[in-house]
């Protein structure tokens, strides 16, 4: 059973507008996220992390909300650009797991095109 | 430049035939892993290695071999290939053990197995 879910395949939004990807979790021990973005024929690329002992962390355009109780964390990106699309995974950590090298659990990812 | 370089990028090979998709980092990273992408299953970890000589299998570890002789290269070892073994590979390092560090990844291994 996978323990981090994307459940949007997919997303389409207007150039200028807000984007928002979301990701739910299952384990309750996972206590550190990520974000990843990846283009066509390249390999993911680091986007913006979030601890849970914290809710919200911003980088520019780019902010991860986590909400703990929920077990879910939402990215979202303001205003979005098309250089913006690519596909997005959701990654989650136990981080003081480390006996077992802090191991990246994956979602799915989603496919987001921004349209000029 | 910082980068993880695997090679080759695309292989088409057939069943049986041993392969190895060679990963190399120039950060001094400790941590290296490897990953395999599906579609609709996302990346999931198939080894990961600590340092040198410390190795150990991730989710999907089955059919595959992985050695850690030197810091910089991690090669994935298919022995005997099959089919199911067709997907789109990456290798990725971090600094160190701890998971507040971001990975780099490569560009990516599409392997096709017939």
């Known amino acids: 059973d996978q323990q981090v879910k994307q459940n949007s395949p997919s997303l389409s939004v207007q150039e200028g507008r807000i984007s928002i990807l979301n990701c739910d979790y299952t384990n309750s021990m996972f206590d550190y996220f990520l974000w990843y973005k990846k283009y066509p024929a390249e390999g993911p690329t680091f986007l913006i992390s979030i601890s849970s002992i914290k809710d919200k962390n911003e980088d520019g355009r780019f902010t991860v909300f986590l909400n703990k109780s929920a077990k879910h964390l939402s990215l979202h990106i303001v205003p979005s650009q098309p250089g913006d699309s690519a596909v997005y995974f959701c990654a989650a950590s136990e981080f003081s797991r480390t006996e077992y090298g802090n191991k990246l659990v994956f979602g799915a990812g989603t496919i987001l095109r921004v349209k000029s | 430049e910082a980068q993880v370089t695997q090679n080759p990028r695309y292989l088409i090979t057939v069943t049986g035939k041993k392969l190895t998709v060679t990963c190399s980092q120039n950060?001094?990273?400790?941590?290296m892993s490897w990953y395999r992408q599906d579609p609709g299953l996302g990346l999931r970890q198939i080894y990961y290695s600590m340092n040198v000589e410390v190795t150990d299998k991730g989710d999907v570890p089955e059919g595959y071999k992985v050695s850690r002789k030197e810091k910089r290269n991690f090669p994935l070892i298919l022995e005997s290939p099959s089919p199911n073994q067709t997907s789109l590979y990456f290798c990725?390092?971090?600094?160190?053990?701890?998971?507040?560090?971001?990975?780099?990844f490569g560009d990516g291994t599409r392997l096709s197995i017939l």
């Open positions: 950060m001094n990273h400790e941590y």
């Open positions: 990725a390092s971090r600094p160190g053990t701890w998971g507040d560090q971001p990975q780099h």
